[in-house]
């Protein structure tokens, strides 16, 4: 058996075995590149008038509001200036659902609660759920991880079984003329897969490797240290003692790494502790989720730790470049707007498939010529 007719029966297995899962998650990829934009629009009351956010007076009104949630608090620092989404971990409601936190968006002023969820709960981080877990927790999520590096093998044995012979390539490339569906079938799958394939390699590779994050970092380890944020130890303060406000904090963060663009603010527990700001360093290309740290003592407001993650080696590199290459971020609109046909594409390849698959089977027996 040559190397192209064990390519062809691969991809022929892979795609049987696993092409619904890898749809799933294809399309509900897809509705995620847009999944920020698309709750919004399912959720009109977010949409509000831009203005600075003021988040002390978000986490007075958060606190207020939810006296049993004494933990941290975190806040997205957004691009828009609209309302201010913050989510608490590990709600006791939710307690055993795993990642299931406390959504929550306030006015811009912080004065104001406009929603309340829980991750999970709702469309789109059912979607994510579904997407990333396939709605079944860390099990899911290594499923998912696997599903990639299978992925990976679809693609690579649908290139070879391809791949034409020297001098071939015109007439490989060439979209035929032909009275058969099966021909035609195969012409569409052909050209679909081309299309899409480096966008489906990047997928499926980012993919697996956020959805394996040990196996991954056991790997990069091997070429490059991995770095990690010297995280201090949490000191318990005095119950009620005065604690610095996120907008301190926010200015004592951006000082010690002055370039960088504020992406996140985790607060201390209401006992005290320390701040924990994530910021979008400039060599660092992804804007929700940097992978820069800096810690402020809630008390006293001394810097305790900061961590600048683009300056700490290759392994530390690639792991900045995992989410904004996955969601399409890094492209820029146009870059999304690929990722999201990508998406659309696992459909449109498995139905010409394995619609081409069943014609050859002896018991259809309908014409496949075109009408």
């Known amino acids: 058996m040559n190397f192209r007719k064990a390519a062809r029966r691969l991809h022929l297995w892979c795609s049987l075995s696993i092409g619904m899962l890898l749809v799933l998650i294809g399309l509900s990829g897809a509705a995620l590149v847009y999944y920020v934009e698309i709750d919004r629009v399912l959720h009109p009351v977010l ?3 831009p203005q600075s956010p003021d988040w002390d007076k978000a986490l007075v009104t958060l606190r207020t509001a939810y006296p049993d949630k004494s933990g941290a608090w975190r806040f997205e620092v957004t691009t828009d200036n609209g309302t201010i989404p913050a989510r608490y971990n590990n709600p006791v409601e939710k307690m055993g659902q795993g990642f299931a936190p406390m959504m929550v968006w306030l006015s811009p002023d912080g004065t104001q609660i406009l929603r309340r969820d829980y991750w999970g709960d709702y469309l789109m981080t ?6 990333f877990q396939l709605l079944m927790g860390d099990v899911g999520t290594a499923i998912v991880g696997y599903l990639g590096l299978f992925s990976l093998v679809l693609l690579l044995t649908g290139l070879l079984s391809w791949w034409p012979r020297r001098g071939q390539w015109l007439k490989a490339l060439r979209f035929k003329k032909r009275s058969a569906i099966i021909g035609l079938l195969y012409d569409w799958h052909k050209i679909t897969g081309l299309l899409f394939l480096l966008p489906l390699l990047l997928l499926s590779l980012t993919g697996a490797m956020l959805a394996l994050p040990v196996e991954t970092r056991l790997v990069l380890s091997l070429f490059s240290e991995l770095k990690q944020p010297n995280v201090p130890k949490t000191v318990v303060t005095v119950q009620g003692g005065l604690l610095i406000a996120p907008s301190v904090a926010a200015k004592l963060a951006l000082a010690a790494l002055p370039d960088a663009k504020l992406a996140w603010i985790e607060t201390p527990t209401m006992e005290g502790g320390f701040y924990r700001l994530r910021l979008q360093a400039q060599q660092d290309p992804s804007r929700r989720f940097p992978h820069s740290y800096v810690y402020i ?3 006293t407001a001394e810097v305790v730790s900061v961590f600048n993650n683009p300056t700490q080696g290759a392994a530390n590199t690639i792991l900045n470049w995992l989410h904004p290459l996955h969601d399409g971020s890094v492209f ?3 870059g ?3 990722w999201l046909l990508s998406g659309l594409s696992c459909l449109l390849l498995f139905v010409l498939g394995l619609w081409r698959w069943l014609l050859r089977k002896p018991y259809f027996h309908w014409n496949n010529k075109p009408t």
């Open 47 to 49: 949409d509000v008038k």
């Open 126 to 131: 059912w979607l994510y759920n579904l997407h």
């Open 297 to 299: 003592d809630a008390v």
């Open 332 to 334: 820029g609109a146009i």
């Open 336 to 338: 999304r707007v690929i």
